[in-house]
C-alpha cells in the first residue's frame, strides 16, 4: 500500500488544520490505520487509531481536540485537529496495518504498522 499525506501546514495556536492520507495500492477490508506524529529528537507517538469496525481510540493529548475518520469507498484517511496547541508541531505521518485486531489497533503503538507515508509537517504557533 501506498500512502500520501496532505493537509499540513502553518496556524496559530486556537487554530484547525484538517490532514487527509490517500491510500493506494493492495488494501484490505480489514485494517487498522493510524495517525502518527514525531519531533527532532523524540520517539513517533500514536495520535489516533481507527479500524475497519470504526473503532476509534485517541492519546490523551488531543481527547477533545482531533477526531480521526476514514472514507472506505475513496481510501482516504483523515483528522480534523482543532484548537491547535503549539506543543502539536511536528511531523505528522499515517500508518497501515493488514488485519484488524482491536487490541493492537488500540494500543497506539507505532511498532504495530508496517506501511507509513512521508508525512506532513504541522506548525503551530503561539
Known amino acids: 500500500v501506498r500512502l500520501v499525506e496532505s493537509g499540513g501546514g502553518s496556524v496559530q495556536a486556537g487554530g484547525s488544520l484538517r490532514l487527509s492520507c490517500a491510500a493506494s495500492?493492495?488494501?484490505?477490508?480489514?485494517?487498522?490505520m493510524g495517525w502518527f506524529r514525531q519531533t527532532p529528537g523524540n520517539e513517533r507517538e500514536g495520535v489516533a487509531t481507527?479500524?475497519?469496525?470504526?473503532?476509534?481510540r485517541y492519546a490523551d493529548f488531543v481527547k477533545g481536540r482531533f477526531t480521526i475518520s476514514r472514507d472506505n469507498t475513496k481510501k482516504t484517511l483523515s483528522l480534523q485537529m482543532d484548537n491547535l496547541k503549539p506543543e502539536d508541531t511536528a511531523m505528522y505521518y499515517c500508518?497501515?496495518?493488514?488485519?484488524?485486531?482491536?487490541?493492537?489497533?488500540?494500543?497506539?503503538?507505532?511498532?504495530?504498522?508496517?506501511?507509513w507515508g512521508q508525512g506532513t509537517q504541522v506548525t503551530v504557533s503561539s
Open positions: 500508518a497501515y496495518k493488514w488485519g484488524y485486531t482491536r487490541n493492537a489497533c488500540s494500543s497506539l503503538l507505532s511498532t504495530v504498522f508496517p506501511a
Open positions: 495500492g493492495y488494501t484490505a477490508t480489514s485494517y487498522c
Open positions: 481507527i479500524g475497519s469496525d470504526g473503532t476509534t
